[in-house]
């Protein structure tokens, strides 16, 4: 028998960079800002919401489009928050974002069909599309403004297009889509009958007077989108895999029978935790947690000034790229490499973001830490290469 046993499905797959500087950052005991752990407290009232949820013994299977308290919750949310207009019906409760994400790719699409995205990208998205048989397109951003215009867009589509992926704010540039490149991206999904794939799970970490669009809410995008978010990142419950899917019946349907069909259901008792807590929360929640991050950003980003790795000030998320060519390393990785092992401080190689040679020059960093790590990441990087 071959000692290989990797089906064809998955011969791409290699382990994710981010995956394996975490691993890095492990061996030579360092401070991880690679990978998006957010190892920050949750708030009582999600922690308090759950326990309540797991001592009243709600513990059998929820319906596999979620619990509906938290349907309730979330479609609530839609509406208030994003301007979408959605009940508890048109939402699907997944395993964390990625979860609803990859149920649409296997639920909507067919192998061989090509779906678009933007560059710099979020590798988890390339991989899910790629293990449900589709091809990737890549639509190349250029910092330090990432701008979107409508030639670039088409220059990145083909006949076998089918969907395109927005992420917003994006993981890994912190870029804040505006009203008006959403509505160029819009213009193109109407011209050429795409579906639009959102991820949105950072729509609360905005700085300044950035404002977060869901692109569903634009002319004629509610009947061609799915909207997909989740509770990581807002609720610091990154190992927690709660995230959900809003889309019209059409679309939703197939990625609620994929949803069955791989998870069964979110965990229970989570569910009925987080509902529970978005009842109880103010608005002032996510204003105060915006402003935290935007210090956090702030005090990072100045300190890689100081060490010159320059960075591409993010307006949104909480990562930012750095520019690393004065490192005078040949890669991405090595760049990486050395300044783990130097500043004992781990980033990701920008390659894992970019199908271009842009990302050769880059590194990201995730500054969601508590202000501690934070401030002595920021020591070491500034004692080091300033």
């Not at 699409?109 to 590798?123: C, Q």
Request: charged share 25%; net charge negative; hydrophobic share 40%.
């Amino acid at each position: 028998m071959s000692d290989d046993r990797r089906s064809r499905r998955i011969e791409f797959l290699e382990q994710s960079d981010i995956r394996r500087m975490s691993e890095e950052c492990a061996r030579l005991d360092g401070l991880n800002l690679g990978q998006g752990i957010c190892p920050l407290p949750s708030p009582p009232e999600v922690l308090d919401g759950a326990a309540e949820a797991v001592r009243e013994d709600l513990s059998t299977y929820s319906s596999f489009r979620g619990a509906e308290p938290l349907r309730a919750a979330i479609s609530e949310k839609l509406v208030s928050y994003n301007g979408l207009d959605v009940g508890p019906d048109d939402i699907v409760v997944t395993i964390g974002a990625t979860g609803a994400f990859a149920s649409a790719m296997q639920g909507l699409f067919d192998p061989g069909d090509e779906i678009a995205m933007f560059e710099p990208y979020y590798g988890y998205h390339v991989n899910a599309a790629r293990g449900a048989g589709l091809n990737c397109s890549f639509i190349p951003l250029e910092p330090p403004t990432w701008d979107i215009s409508r030639s670039t867009i088409e220059a990145g589509l083909s006949d076998d297009t089918r969907a395109i992926v927005v992420n917003t704010p994006v993981n890994p540039s912190g870029k804040v889509m505006s009203r008006q490149e959403l509505e160029v991206v819009a213009r193109v999904c109407r011209k050429h009958d795409l579906i639009a794939i959102t991820d949105e799970i950072y729509e609360y970490f905005l700085y300044g007077d950035q404002d977060h669009i869901s692109l569903a809410t634009l002319p004629g995008m509610d009947e061609r989108t799915v909207t997909i978010s989740g509770f990581s990142k807002t609720f610091a419950i990154t190992g927690w895999r709660l995230g959900y899917a809003a889309a019209p019946e059409s679309l939703l349907e197939p990625i609620g029978l994929v949803n069955d069909l791989h998870y069964v259901c979110a965990p229970t008792p989570l569910q009925h935790g987080v509902a529970r807590a978005m009842e109880r929360l103010s608005e002032d929640y996510y204003t105060r947690m915006a402003e935290d991050f935007e210090t956090r950003r702030d005090l990072f980003c100045e300190a890689l000034e100081e060490a010159g790795l320059h960075p591409y000030w993010p307006n949104g998320a909480y990562y930012v790229l750095a520019d690393v060519r004065s490192l005078g390393e040949p890669s991405a990785r090595d760049a990486a490499m050395t300044i783990l092992r130097e500043a004992g401080v781990a980033s990701v190689p920008g390659s894992a973001f970019f199908d271009s040679e842009v990302g050769e020059g880059l590194v990201r960093f995730c500054y969601a830490q508590p202000q501690d790590v934070l401030r002595q990441a920021a020591e070491q990087l500034t004692e080091t290469f300033g």
